[in-house]
Nanobody
Framework: QVQLVESGGGLVQPGGSLALSCVASESVFSRYDLGWYRQGPGKQRELVAAITPGGRTNYADFVKGRFTISKDNAKATVYLQMNSLKFEDTAVYYC??????????WGQGTQVTVSS
């Protein structure tokens, strides 16, 4: 199975930046669609950004122009660079890996809090 470990969450002021990292199992990293999701208190988990094995990206409308997803295959790590953070970006951010409909794995989550 796939193991995902997130890091980089924390407290940041509005307008600030944070960079999240997710280290995945090297043996399957290149075969999976990778993504970042988030879930705020009392809210549904929602897609933030995703990247395919070939490097094609997809972003939720509410982060376009502010967040960037990328990956380093050699390090088996997917990143989420978050800029111009807003109060509403506060959530637990989860790393996700999916292969077809059968295999889907989640990291433990990392808290991002945007507060003045």
């Amino acid at each position: 199975q796939v193991q995902l470990v997130e890091s980089g969450g924390g407290l940041v002021q509005p307008g600030g930046s944070l960079a999240l990292s997710c280290v995945a199992s090297e043996s399957v990293f290149s075969r999976y669609d990778l993504g970042w999701y988030r879930q705020g208190p009392g809210k549904q988990r929602e897609l933030v950004a995703a990247i395919t094995p070939g490097g094609r990206t997809n972003y939720a409308d509410f982060v376009k122009g502010r967040f960037t997803i990328s990956k380093d295959n050699a390090k088996a790590t997917v990143y989420l660079q978050m800029n111009s953070l807003k109060f509403e970006d506060t959530a637990v951010y989860y790393c996700n890996a999916r292969l077809g409909e059968r295999y889907e794995f989640w990291g433990q989550g990392t808290q991002v809090t945007v507060s003045s």
